[in-house]
């Protein structure tokens, strides 16, 4: 799969999700980046698990069960496992910047043949947004290299986080806007 990125108004940029990827990474760089990109992965996903079993496991109990409320679930959100999401960033932030740009050259240069090598490629950019880049060539990773049974289940989790957080905003009471702000 190819999907093309904007990052500014003025650039886009085109990743490939196929296995090519990981040779032209190999082939460019000299090494294998799945043992520095399985752990991150594997706590990434472990992590996601933590955090949203709970809220998952009250939003399962709500909906059998017409006594609790949605605050029910919002207050398992606040009770999250601090420890997974500080391990999980903790394994994002240990993994080296250049690691990411490589990942992201290798996933164009899988989806286009005639770009350039990284230093030439990467300088072309006036804005190579790390905030967008990452998450959006994490997802495209999961979905190439995970079973669809699993990577339902993964999507089926972010959703449900999602669905509780739009529900958390509009739930909330003008007293809790007031101490946020």
Request: glycine share 2%; hydrophobic share 40%; no cysteine.
């Amino acid at each position: 799969m190819e999907k093309t990125i904007k990052l500014s108004e003025n650039e886009s940029i085109t990743l490939s999700n196929n296995a090519a990827w990981l040779y032209e990474f190999a082939d460019q760089f000299g090494y294998d980046i799945t043992p520095t990109l399985l752990p991150l992965a594997n706590s990434l996903v472990e992590s996601i698990h933590a955090v949203t079993r709970p809220i998952i496991e009250q939003l399962e109990i709500e909906s059998k069960s017409k006594g609790k409320t949605t605050a029910d679930a919002i207050e398992a959100f606040k009770a999250l496992d601090k420890d997974a999401v500080k391990e999980a960033i903790f394994e994002l932030f240990t993994t080296r910047a250049t690691d990411f740009i490589n990942i992201i050259w290798a996933m164009n240069k899988a989806a286009d043949e005639d770009i350039e090598e990284p230093r030439r490629w990467i300088r072309k950019f006036n804005k190579f947004p790390f905030d967008v880049l990452i998450p959006e060539a994490g997802s495209m990773i999961a979905e190439g290299f995970l079973s669809s049974k699993n990577l339902k289940r993964l999507q089926s989790m972010m959703e449900k986080v999602k669905t509780l957080e739009v529900q958390s905003i509009f739930t909330q009471s003008p007293s809790q806007e007031s101490k946020e702000g």
